[in-house]
């Protein structure tokens, strides 16, 4: 039936728990595209790109955004005929439109549209990210909400819901240069900060204050689960977002929670990889590519082709429109080299 099942039942990993998840899924689809950019092997590709086109016929929603969840229905998956499963109706979908999880399928198809050269993963993510903006955004609060179906929205975004879309947003600005995701990536970072972050203790909080009067205990964002922890993505998109914007306070935001974090990862590593990953951004002195030609022409192409051939999970590549032959500035730090159109020198 196309993506991946939410988990396995038995020690043989042979029996699936059928239920398919858009957070797994929009996951896996990353961790197939990275592994190829990292070894090259086309099955990881061949993964990626089934896993995508698996949420783009099943879990799109046709006015935008993606459903959350199809139903564990065994039998529908355990028909061998391929004809069979197409006469019998899927399996019944959570059609809930969740911000968080809509911002993890935007970096799952933004990438796609980088490493796999795919158009169309790049529209579908545009399309996505404009339905948040239109339907799950307050534009004169600036504030996100967390769901929305049938038309109306409820519940004030979680810290994760920004935390995801965040990440999206940098990752669709990364694959189209509009500078309208960076702008939106900025703002609601702000929020984020101002609703879940505590200066004293570097930590993020879960829920904004005073949203729920019914818990004892305010939660906070700690290790990470199925889905990485918001206090993790927040940290590396506040780093991210120094990178692109020269923005100071954002890298002295991530730096006090790396920081807070820093005996719980030394102590437990494996319960902290998001906030592990943040912190070899960080200490990677992180690389920013400057491309700058003529947009979508075909030395311009072929340089962002070769960038992203490549892992480089510690890069942020930016686009500067130029009516010049492309060329690409690698900087590290306040050392830049010099430009060159050779795709092959990018080292």
Same mark, same amino acid.
Not at 239 to 248: D, E, I, K, M, V
Not at 298 to 307: F, N, S, Y
Not at 309 to 329: D, G, H, M, N, S
């Given at each position: 039936g196309g993506g991946f099942h939410r988990y396995t039942t038995d020690a043989a990993w042979n029996? =699936?728990?059928y239920e398919k998840m858009l957070y797994d899924n929009a996951q896996l689809a990353v961790v197939y595209l990275e592994a190829y950019q990292a070894t090259g092997d086309p099955e990881f590709a061949r993964a990626a790109r089934a896993t995508l086109d698996y949420l783009l016929r099943d879990?799109?929603? =046709? +006015?935008? +955004?993606?459903?959350?969840? *199809?139903?564990?229905?065994?039998?529908?998956?355990?028909?061998r005929s391929? *004809?069979?499963?197409?006469?019998?109706?899927?399996?019944?979908?959570?059609?809930?439109?969740?911000a968080g999880y809509n911002g993890l399928a935007i970096s799952a198809l933004a990438k796609g549209a980088q490493v796999l050269d795919e158009p169309r993963y790049l529209e579908e993510a545009r399309r996505t990210a404009r339905f948040l903006r239109t339907e799950l955004y307050d534009e004169k609060a600036s504030h996100l909400y967390r769901r929305w179906r049938d038309g109306e929205?409820?519940? =004030? +975004?979680?810290?994760?819901?920004?935390?995801?879309?965040? !990440?999206?947003?940098?990752?669709?600005? *990364?694959?189209?240069?509009?500078?309208?995701?960076?702008?939106? !990536?900025?703002r609601l970072a702000e929020v984020q900060q101002a609703l879940f972050y505590d200066q004293e203790s570097g930590e993020f909080y879960s829920t904004p204050a005073g949203?729920? *009067?019914?818990?004892?205990v305010r939660p906070l964002e700690d290790a990470d689960g199925a889905l990485p922890s918001a206090a993790a993505v927040a940290t590396l998109n506040g780093l991210r977002l120094s990178a692109f914007t020269g923005r100071q306070?954002?890298?002295?935001?991530?730096?006090?929670?790396?920081?807070?974090? +820093?005996?719980?990862?030394?102590e437990h590593p494996q319960d902290y990889p998001a906030m592990l990953s943040a912190l070899d951004f960080k200490l990677s002195k992180s690389k920013r590519i400057s491309v700058s030609g003529i947009p979508d022409a075909p030395d311009t192409r072929v340089l962002l082709r070769e960038i992203r051939r490549r892992y480089l999970p510690t890069?942020?590549?930016?686009?500067?429109?130029?009516?010049?032959?492309?060329? !690409?500035?690698?900087?590290?730090?306040?050392?830049?080299?010099l430009p060159t159109g050779n795709a092959a020198s990018l080292g």
């Amino acid at each position: 039936g196309g993506g991946f099942h939410r988990y396995t039942t038995d020690a043989a990993w042979n029996i =699936p728990h059928y239920e398919k998840m858009l957070y797994d899924n929009a996951q896996l689809a990353v961790v197939y595209l990275e592994a190829y950019q990292a070894t090259g092997d086309p099955e990881f590709a061949r993964a990626a790109r089934a896993t995508l086109d698996y949420l783009l016929r099943d879990m799109a929603r =046709p +006015g935008g +955004g993606f459903y959350t969840a *199809e139903d564990a229905d065994e039998a529908y998956y355990l028909l061998r005929s391929t *004809e069979a499963r197409a006469k019998r109706p899927r399996p019944t979908r959570d059609d809930k439109i969740l911000a968080g999880y809509n911002g993890l399928a935007i970096s799952a198809l933004a990438k796609g549209a980088q490493v796999l050269d795919e158009p169309r993963y790049l529209e579908e993510a545009r399309r996505t990210a404009r339905f948040l903006r239109t339907e799950l955004y307050d534009e004169k609060a600036s504030h996100l909400y967390r769901r929305w179906r049938d038309g109306e929205r409820k519940i =004030p +975004g979680f810290a994760e819901d920004y935390a995801y879309t965040i !990440a999206g947003l940098l990752d669709l600005y *990364e694959t189209d240069f509009n500078p309208a995701w960076l702008a939106w !990536a900025t703002r609601l970072a702000e929020v984020q900060q101002a609703l879940f972050y505590d200066q004293e203790s570097g930590e993020f909080y879960s829920t904004p204050a005073g949203q729920d *009067e019914s818990l004892i205990v305010r939660p906070l964002e700690d290790a990470d689960g199925a889905l990485p922890s918001a206090a993790a993505v927040a940290t590396l998109n506040g780093l991210r977002l120094s990178a692109f914007t020269g923005r100071q306070d954002f890298a002295s935001t991530s730096a006090r929670t790396l920081q807070r974090f +820093g005996k719980r990862m030394a102590e437990h590593p494996q319960d902290y990889p998001a906030m592990l990953s943040a912190l070899d951004f960080k200490l990677s002195k992180s690389k920013r590519i400057s491309v700058s030609g003529i947009p979508d022409a075909p030395d311009t192409r072929v340089l962002l082709r070769e960038i992203r051939r490549r892992y480089l999970p510690t890069t942020v590549v930016e686009f500067i429109p130029k009516q010049q032959k492309a060329k !690409a500035t690698v900087c590290q730090g306040t050392f830049c080299s010099l430009p060159t159109g050779n795709a092959a020198s990018l080292g």
